[in-house]
């Protein structure tokens, strides 16, 4: 039976504006998708624009669990803290009719701010305007201005991604499902140049609980994937680095990707 | 007599902290809804 690679992560991993993106099946040519080329396994992609941590590790689990009888290699991106996956009041437009991302931008008044940056881009703006309805109908708006006001912290958001991280990780040990983590950008474990995981003991109980032997990087202090690509001023559209920068991060995390893949 | 003063100070104040911790978070963060 072949492998399959299964890819979780955000828009870095489904592959938002990259040649082929049509917004709806993921990229052929992420970084996720040429690993999977290597070694000639099926590709599937569970990631999903704009989500974080904690909707990551469950998009890959409800996969896994959906499918015990696969032989699966998993990759995962982690990507910015600040992003939330709660299951609301069931909506019709919710993923699952339950599940709903939220970061950042989805509190309210953020309108100029947001017409400056997608001014060139119609289907973006088109798109974030379909959202800011559906923010409204879901009650995730009104959420997201609440949870950004009052409770939103970089400590608990640590918290809450390692904890998921730790989750899946023990997951896939317990199951035999080999796989290869990496991260999008490091403000996952640092705040600027002091590590996380200096808090206090509790995180830093959790950080030693990382299995870093199955991680990849992109250069010192945990460097991401887009840091990596901004740092080396590769093209990119809107707000994402383009098919360079994703054929080149392949190239790089190539060697530990295929030790990953073939260790028994 | 000054409390609606001081209560008023304070709502700006915490508004301020707020839209603050927002800027920091979408600069950290920039990608708007993907």
């Given at each position: 039976?072949?492998?399959?690679l299964l ?17 709806k ?20 992609c ?13 998009k ?38 339950r599940w ?15 017409q ?18 559906n ?9 997201a ?12 958001e640590?918290?809450?991604s390692?904890?998921n ?10 199951k035999?499902?080999?796989y ?10 640092w ?10 003991s ?6 030693n ?5 199955k ?5 010192e ?25 994703h ?17 028994q | ?34």
């Amino acid at each position: 039976m072949n492998r399959t690679l299964l890819a979780g992560g955000c828009s870095f991993t489904f592959g938002h504006e990259l040649s082929d993106d049509n917004g709806k099946i993921p990229s052929s040519k992420s970084w996720s998708a040429l690993l999977a080329k290597e070694t000639n396994a099926e590709y599937v992609c569970v990631a999903k624009a704009g989500i974080g941590n904690s909707g990551i590790a469950r998009k890959l689990f409800s996969y896994i669990s959906l499918n015990p009888d696969k032989d699966i290699f998993v990759t995962a991106m982690w990507s910015f803290l600040s992003r939330y996956d709660w299951a609301m009041p069931r909506h019709n437009v919710l993923e699952g009719t339950r599940w709903a991302t939220i970061t950042p931008w989805d509190t309210s008044d953020n309108q100029a701010e947001v017409q400056k940056t997608l001014s060139n881009s119609e289907p973006q703006l088109e798109e974030w305007k379909r959202r800011r309805e559906n923010t409204k109908s879901t009650g995730v708006g009104p959420f997201a201005d609440a949870l950004y006001r009052h409770a939103a912290n970089q400590y608990h958001e640590a918290y809450l991604s390692w904890k998921n991280i730790i989750w899946l990780q023990n997951i896939l040990e317990k199951k035999k499902i080999p796989y290869m983590f990496t991260l999008a950008d490091n403000s996952l474990f640092w705040d600027e140049l002091k590590p996380l995981n200096a808090s206090d003991s509790l995180l830093n109980g959790l950080y030693n609980e990382i299995d870093f032997n199955k991680w990849v990087v992109f250069g010192e202090r945990q460097m991401g994937f887009n840091q990596w690509s901004l740092l080396n001023e590769y093209p990119r559209g809107t707000t994402h680095p383009l098919d360079a920068a994703h054929a080149d991060a392949a190239g790089l995390i190539k060697d530990k990707f295929l030790k990953l893949y073939n260790q028994q | 007599m000054l409390g609606w003063l001081k209560s008023l100070i304070n709502k700006i104040r915490l508004e301020r902290q707020y839209r603050k911790r927002l800027k920091e978070l979408k600069k950290k963060d920039p990608f708007i809804y993907k």
